[in-house]
C-alpha cells in the first residue's frame, strides 16, 4: 500500500524566510504532484514533477522530486502572506492520487 | 480556460436521506474520480471511472455509494443513505488518460467541490 507522509503539518514562518516542505512516499513512483489549497476551497495544481532531478520553479515555491530517496521538497523563498495555504503532495503509481496529510502554512508579518 | 464543475457547492441532508452529488467534467477527458475530504484531513480517493464502468474504487466507497454517467457531460455520485460521517467536502476530477500513456496526461483537474453536511 503507497503511503505518502509530509512533514511539518503545520509551518508557522515569518515574511522573508525560508523554509522547505519535505514529501516522503513509500514506494517507487516518478508522478508526484504538489496542490495548493485555500481554506474551504479547491486543490490548485502547483507543479507535476514527473521523473528522477526533475526541478520546478514558480515564484516563490520550488519543487524536486529524487525518486530514488522517495523523497519530493517544496521550497520557499522569501515568504509573503499570500502563500498561507494548505499545501498537499500527492503520489500516483497506476493508481489513482494518494495524497499527504497536507501542511499548514501560515506566513507571519 | 476548461474546468471541472460540480454542484451544488452545499448541500445540507438529514441522516438517513439519498443524495446525489454532480459533477461536469472537462469536455475531451475520459477518466473520472470522485475524492473526499473530511473537514481539516487529507483528500482521500473513492472511486474512478472510465469507459462506463468502475476502474478503481476505495474501502471507503462500499454498497451505500454509487456512480454514474447518466449523458455525455454528467458524472453523478449517489449516496444512498447518508450517515454523519458522510460529511465531506466532495472532489470530482477528471483526466484526459490514465494508465500507460505519457504521464503529462495523468494529471487530474479538481473541481470546485461539494460541501456535503448531514445533520
Known amino acids: 500500500e503507497l503511503k505518502v507522509e509530509q512533514n511539518p503539518l503545520f509551518l508557522s514562518m515569518q515574511e522573508g524566510k525560508n523554509y522547505t516542505i519535505y514529501c516522503n512516499y513509500s514506494?517507487?513512483?516518478?508522478?508526484l504532484y504538489w496542490y495548493r489549497q485555500d481554506p474551504g476551497k479547491s486543490l490548485e495544481s502547483l507543479f507535476v514533477l514527473l521523473s528522477n532531478g526533475a526541478v520546478k520553479q514558480e515564484g516563490r515555491l520550488m519543487a524536486s522530486l529524487d525518486t530514488k530517496a522517495r523523497l519530493s521538497t517544496l521550497h520557499i523563498t522569501a515568504a509573503v502572506h499570500d502563500l498561507s495555504a494548505t499545501y498537499f503532495c500527492a503520489v500516483d503509481i497506476n493508481t489513482p492520487l494518494v495524497f499527504g496529510k497536507g501542511t499548514r502554512l501560515s506566513v507571519i508579518a | 480556460e476548461p474546468e471541472v464543475t460540480q454542484t451544488p457547492s452545499h448541500q445540507v441532508t438529514q441522516m438517513g436521506q439519498e443524495v446525489i452529488l454532480r459533477c461536469v467534467p472537462i469536455?475531451?477527458?475520459?477518466?473520472f474520480y470522485w475524492y473526499r475530504q473530511i473537514l481539516g484531513q487529507k483528500v482521500e480517493f473513492l472511486v474512478s471511472?472510465?469507459?462506463?464502468?468502475?476502474?478503481?474504487k476505495s474501502e471507503i466507497f462500499d454498497d451505500q455509494f454509487s456512480v454514474e454517467r447518466p449523458d455525455g457531460s454528467n458524472f453523478t455520485l449517489k449516496i444512498r443513505s447518508t450517515k454523519l460521517e458522510d460529511s465531506a467536502m466532495y472532489f470530482c476530477?477528471?483526466?484526459?488518460?490514465?494508465?500507460?500513456?505519457?504521464?503529462?496526461?495523468?494529471?487530474?483537474?479538481f473541481g470546485p467541490g461539494t460541501r456535503l453536511t448531514v445533520t
Open positions: 471511472f472510465y469507459n462506463n464502468e468502475i476502474s478503481e
Open positions: 469536455s475531451n477527458h475520459l477518466y
Open positions: 476530477a477528471s483526466s484526459y488518460l490514465g494508465r500507460d500513456y505519457r504521464a503529462l496526461s495523468y494529471e487530474q483537474y
Open positions: 514506494t517507487t513512483s516518478d508522478r
